[in-house]
């Protein structure tokens, strides 16, 4: 039996049960208590940019068409017919007007309405046997959009996402909004590892502790051009509403408008791209990477959306570009993920340089990307390693950064020009971060 | 340019070309990946486009703008490189893998340049607790003669998965 108290208690001492990454019991807690409400990202505005524009995602087993419909309104639906229950659209993207169930032909327009059924007047006796009006696929309970991200919840209550989103909103924005246009996302590749979800999701929120063991091949090899593992401790870690990440530390800059479009070009962005950048992000956005010298790298939204903006060489002259990527920790089961990443650019940025930051993005993550690979059989071990009996007795140690009366061994910066906390240097922060939201949903009654 | 029937199987020009990717499979298997650099050419693209399920009709089953690879040589290189490093935990163990070269047919192309298609199973297997995985796929090779013999300048690797099943391309395919 699941003593889910004490496994919380443990985890909020940064102390973590080793079969929670493992245990299909928690992972049923976690459909019931966390999928079942948080806020959970599903697609961005730009797949699916005309009327008729449509992908199918997941949120654990439930599949949701998201539309656009013919008025131009995002739509997110249950993709179940309403008759019998057969899935309306098979397809995983592509452009409709209507979903015709194959079963029975059941039709629905792109907004979900029940537009007709064979033989209505027939078989149901018209209006009076079946009222048509009002029928309609299964609306997500509550859907909400920002920077086009478009985020669906379980919970009808659901607090607005603005809300929930908090002060990482000032983060997000340096990964989905560099310009007015925004950000176009290409993808998703899809692969399934044989790992449990929050590994990935947790490695992105903070750790920068792995990156120069685990990654020490992209180093060897020049992909960058300065050792950047070894320099990974001289960034900061911040958390900030249910977000947290990494960040870089750049060269040292003068404080002013010019340093801030030293930093990026120094991170390769090209001039054309940079008056936008600036026009676009506040004079604090601005700050943290001018005046505090910090770019932002790895994140994660809690609690399976992450992020990732790196700069690699893309050609031998040693020309260096910066990509973004979403990805997002789609869990299938306790011991499998499903890893869905996309490429993200900004949709005004020059063509060129699209095409640059596209190719860094390949060589780095995504399913072939040299980062990503040696992550991935990282955590695949972990998983296989939680299943067993000896996890049982093993709380993995989760503590870095902590006195062992669990007191921070550092303060936080005082001149980090973002919200919430950082901290120089490494720890296990932003992990505990996510840990602590992880534990607040598995405290609270299954919805 | 491409004649729409392929070359005689006693072709020796199809002869050269199903050699050259049974002997390519065997530097891969091999994990002689140096050696298999030496296959290609300067100009080599390598692309693997990510494939989707799209309703019949649809008119397109594969995403624009996105693939699982789109190299350069350079990129290639950089893999390759990084394989040979002490610090390629995914590939250390390594893999044991086969790769199955079959249905190969062979298409004059420009001058003495081929257009080969065949089917590619990956058979591919990692320490001794985990399933093994298989990837599935078309590839259309352009080979160009040389004076060293054929060379890849072009392959487009066509994965008969939406969903990869396996844990990373740290492979080539």
């Known amino acids: 039996m699941l003593d889910l108290s004490s496994i919380v208690s443990q985890v909020r001492r940064g102390m973590i049960p080793a079969h929670v990454y493992a245990d299909p019991e928690i992972f049923a807690a976690e459909r019931d208590r966390l999928f079942a409400r948080s806020w959970v990202f599903l697609a961005h505005e730009s797949e699916i940019p005309d009327p008729g524009d449509y992908v199918v995602r997941r949120v654990l087993a439930d599949s949701f068409i998201v539309a656009r419909d013919e008025a131009g309104a995002v739509r997110v639906m249950f993709n179940m017919c309403l008759h019998r229950g057969m899935q309306v659209c098979r397809a995983e993207m592509g452009n409709a007007s209507h979903f015709r169930c194959p079963y029975h032909a059941w039709t629905y327009r792109n907004d979900g309405r029940l537009a007709g059924l064979p033989f209505h007047r027939e078989a149901y006796g018209g209006e009076d046997g079946f009222p048509r009006a009002g029928q309609s696929l299964l609306p997500a309970p509550s859907m909400a959009t920002h920077n086009g991200l478009i985020f669906i919840s379980g919970d009808p209550g659901a607090p607005p996402l603005r809300d929930y989103l908090g002060d990482f909103a000032f983060y997000l924005d340096f990964y989905t909004r560099q310009s007015p246009a925004g950000v176009e996302l290409r993808g998703p590749q899809r692969w399934r590892v044989k790992a449990n979800w929050k590994i990935g999701a947790e490695n992105f929120a903070g750790d920068s502790y792995h990156t120069p063991h685990t990654h020490a091949s992209v180093v060897d090899i020049g992909l960058f051009r300065e050792p950047k593992a070894s320099q990974r401790i001289q960034g900061a870690l911040y958390q900030a509403g249910p977000g947290a990440g990494t960040t870089y530390k750049l060269p040292p800059g003068a404080g002013n408008e010019q340093s801030f479009a030293d930093q990026l070009r120094y991170v390769g962005y090209p001039d054309a791209m940079i008056p936008a950048m600036a026009a676009t992000w506040s004079e604090r956005q601005r700050a943290l990477i001018a005046d505090s010298g910090f770019m932002p790298s790895a994140a994660t939204l809690f609690p399976n959306l992450s992020f990732v903006h790196n700069w690699p060489q893309v050609d031998a002259a040693g020309t260096v570009a910066p990509f973004i990527s979403l990805r997002q920790w789609q869990p299938v089961s306790a011991r499998e993920t499903e890893v869905l990443s996309w490429f993200a650019v900004d949709a005004a940025a020059p063509e060129d340089f699209k095409r640059r930051s596209y190719r860094a993005y390949l060589m780095c993550f995504g399913s072939s990307g040299m980062f990503e690979q040696d992550d991935v059989e990282n955590w695949v071990s972990i998983t296989e390693m939680a299943a067993g009996s000896m996890a049982r007795r093993l709380n993995l140690n989760s503590r870095m950064g902590l006195t062992s009366e669990g007191k921070p061994l550092k303060p936080p910066l005082a001149n980090f020009a973002g919200p919430g906390l950082a901290y120089r240097g490494f720890g296990e922060y932003g992990q505990r971060h996510w840990l602590s939201q992880w534990s607040d949903h598995l405290s609270r009654e299954a919805r | ?173």
């Open chain 2, 1 to 173: 340019m491409t004649a729409a029937r392929p070359l005689p199987y006693g072709d020796p020009a199809h002869l050269a070309a199903h050699q050259f990717l049974v002997e390519e499979a065997a530097l891969l298997d091999a994990a002689d990946y140096p050696g298999w650099l030496e296959l290609l050419c300067e100009d080599i693209r390598y692309l693997m486009p990510v494939r989707v399920t799209t309703a019949r009709g649809a008119g397109f089953d594969s995403l624009a703008g996105m693939g699982h690879f789109d190299e350069d040589l350079y990129a290639l290189r950089k893999r390759v490189q990084r394989l040979a490093t002490d610090h390629a935990w995914t590939e250390d163990p390594p893999s044991r893998t086969r790769h199955f070269v079959t249905n190969v047919r062979t298409f004059r192309h420009d001058g003495d340049d081929l257009r080969v298609e065949s089917a590619l199973l990956l058979f591919r297997s990692r320490g001794d607790t985990r399933e093994a995985d298989l990837v599935s796929a078309g590839r259309t090779d352009l080979l160009r003669a040389t004076p060293d013999g054929l060379r890849l300048a072009r392959r487009e690797i066509t994965v008969d998965e939406s969903v990869l099943r396996t844990q990373n391309l740290a492979v080539f395919l």
